[in-house]
């Protein structure tokens, strides 16, 4: 009987330390972490170059540089380069006449109306640029989307200077000072 007991106690010690160790199995098991591929010198030229903008150059506010390559007068998509990055918008259908190009993956939207264009980052709910003309904007025309072309020429652009009117003799002698 006591042999018995004895081996019910070891059976049941055993099963009870072999599902123990079962358990912990995954824990102590040793897992081979790869060691991060190393940069070639080659890739990093590459990689810090950033892409070549092309298309026509809009100056905006603040120092801000877009360039957009692409006929908005008969496009559906334009590709917008901003950043150092190139994206593909779409146009999409308005009801206040502007054109909108817009890109639901990347958040960026461009809105293009006869005096100016406006970028918009919808994911970020930020304007990051404003007052963007091309240089025959600049120059007094209007931009060159199919709203632009419904309307009449802005006559003065947003980026210019105004120019200085010279002061007529009835001003400057009210100007100057009665002795």
Known sequence: M????LAACIGAFTLGTAGTVMAQEPAHKTTTKKAPAKKSSKAAPA???AVTPTGEKWQCE???VLYISGNMLRDEVLSVHWQG???KLP??????GADRYYDARSGLDLVVIPSKAMLFNHNLGQRLADECQNAEMQAGGAA???AGGLRAPVTAPLLATPPQQPQSDATQQSAAPKQ
């Open 2 to 5: 006591k042999k018995l007991i």
């Open 47 to 49: 990689a810090a170059a």
């Open 62 to 64: 603040l120092g801000n």
């Open 85 to 87: 990055r190139d994206y």
């Open 91 to 96: 146009r999409q259908t308005t009801v206040t």
């Open 144 to 146: 060159p989307t199919q």
